[in-house]
């Protein structure tokens, strides 16, 4: 079974590491060639520039990618039987070599990801849930808000909750309140 | 490989059929039992309440989504091989047999759903494509302003191709042109 990067951006949870491992929320870009834009300022970056791999963790709980968007996680989260740095949480998982092509902006940087390995533990069959989507949308306008403390990306994260009240399950609600305890 | 339908509600596109075979996108809701809700006035209801038989097809392309939405399909996108309604389109399917409980509104009725089969063809390992999300939430958009024509919901339709075009490959784009059609 292979893994597919479909055109465009595919949302993974990426792990990396320095002395410990670092996981974050970040889009593997499809254009041709595989591609991640990266934070100059990240673990991500910092881990991708010292050591050159990072793994693209295929993971289907939303607390987890809520948790790793604000905060580190504890190491017991990552696999010990295996080099790279991958989550206990993943159904799947691709290893990158990384070669960096500084983008001709201040903060942030272009990381050419070339597969090394790929490993597919189970496949779930998981049609497209609303409230999944709606949290990382959230997420994505939580951090911004958590940076540049604009109200505005403050009210586009909190525009979400409805979807994910409707459409989502136990562990979708318990992500965006854990959500909600990083805006405050 | 079983097929899971998490807690909440999972997006498919529903095929039932009368003298023809009918396609349209619907919620599988989980809480607890297998339910749907559906518009009482739509082919959908009346196939469901003539032969008690939906299939929920799971289905990768954006196009199909946004079609279904707004107009009858083809016989040639069904398979012909299947005594049940299925799409050609469809990487995996389930076959239930209906129970109508009427609910207490004019316009809905809830569809109780038992399971009957279940046929896996593939397993694609597509992480969340937030382009394909943004299309879903466009069609549920554009879907109420084609019926109720209120500005408010063609411009929350259109607030989604920003998503549609930053994330989403060839076949995302396409569909958010198609979407935009039914629009004028």
Same mark, same amino acid.
């Not at 989550?87 to 159904?91: M, N, T």
């Not at 001709?104 to 903060?107: F, Y």
């Given at each position: 079974m292979d893994i597919e990067f479909r055109e465009g951006i595919s949302e993974v949870i990426a792990t990396t590491r320095n002395d410990r491992p670092n996981a974050a929320p970040i889009g593997i870009i499809n254009r041709k060639i595989l591609y991640a834009v990266l934070y100059k300022e990240s673990h991500t970056f910092s881990n991708v520039k010292k050591n050159s791999q990072l793994v693209a963790n295929f993971v289907l709980d939303p607390v987890l990618y809520v948790r790793t968007a604000f905060e580190d996680l504890d190491?017991? @989260? @990552?696999?010990?039987?295996?080099?790279a740095p991958v989550?206990? #949480? #993943?159904?799947a998982w691709v290893e990158f070599k990384c070669s960096i092509a500084e983008k001709?902006?201040?903060?942030r940087a272009v990381v050419h990801l070339h597969p090394v390995k790929s490993v597919v533990l189970s496949q779930p069959m998981t049609p497209t849930n609303r409230a999944f989507c709606a949290l990382i949308e959230a997420t994505i306008h939580a951090t911004r808000y958590h940076k540049l403390k604009d109200s505005k990306y403050l009210e586009l994260a909190l525009r979400y909750e409805s979807i994910v009240r409707k459409c989502g399950g136990a562990r979708e609600l318990e992500a965006f309140q854990l959500l909600k305890k990083y805006l405050v």
């Open positions: 190491v017991s @989260f @990552f696999r010990q039987d295996r080099d989550l206990q #949480a #993943a159904y001709p902006t201040r903060n």
